[in-house]
Nanobody
Framework: QLQASGGGLVQAGGSLRLSCTVS????????IGWFRQAPGKEREGVSC????????TYVDAVKGRFTISKDLDKETVYLQMNSLKPEDTAIYFC?????????????????????WGQGTQVTVSS
């Protein structure tokens, strides 16, 4: 199970930290991704992190502003979002990548996700 939290309303230029807390499986065995879906748009991968937490990928739109990290002790994956822009407004989801699907987690395209958390709304006002 994955539980996402930390969304909210923030002004442009502000920061939020999203948390994805997992239970029922060992976090160190799975890559985890953050995805978002804005109204009228398709879901897109924002950032994904490897099972060990030593590698990560980011969509170009958030590079230099967002940072993904893993705390294995707390069984939580974080997405630190800085310099937020109105176009970051979306529902954010975390998902577990299933390594047995044979998908390359670093593509961060959602194809290997077998378990989704509920979304958390992020709204950035201009």
């Amino acid at each position: 199970q994955l539980q996402a939290s930390g969304g909210g309303l923030v002004q442009a230029g502000g920061s939020l930290r999203l948390s994805c807390t997992v239970s029922g499986f060992p976090l160190e065995h799975y890559a985890i991704g953050w995805f978002r879906q804005a109204p009228g748009k398709e879901r897109e991968g924002v950032s994904c992190i490897s099972s060990s937490g030593d590698a990560a990928t980011y969509v170009d739109a958030v590079k230099g502003r967002f940072t993904i990290s893993k705390d294995l002790d707390k069984e939580t994956v974080y997405l630190q979002m800085n310099s937020l822009k109105p176009e970051d407004t979306a529902i954010y989801f975390c998902g577990r990548d299933n390594p047995w699907y044979g998908n390359d987690w670093s593509r961060c395209d959602g194809a290997g996700i077998d378990n989704w958390g509920q979304g958390t709304q992020v709204t950035v006002s201009s």
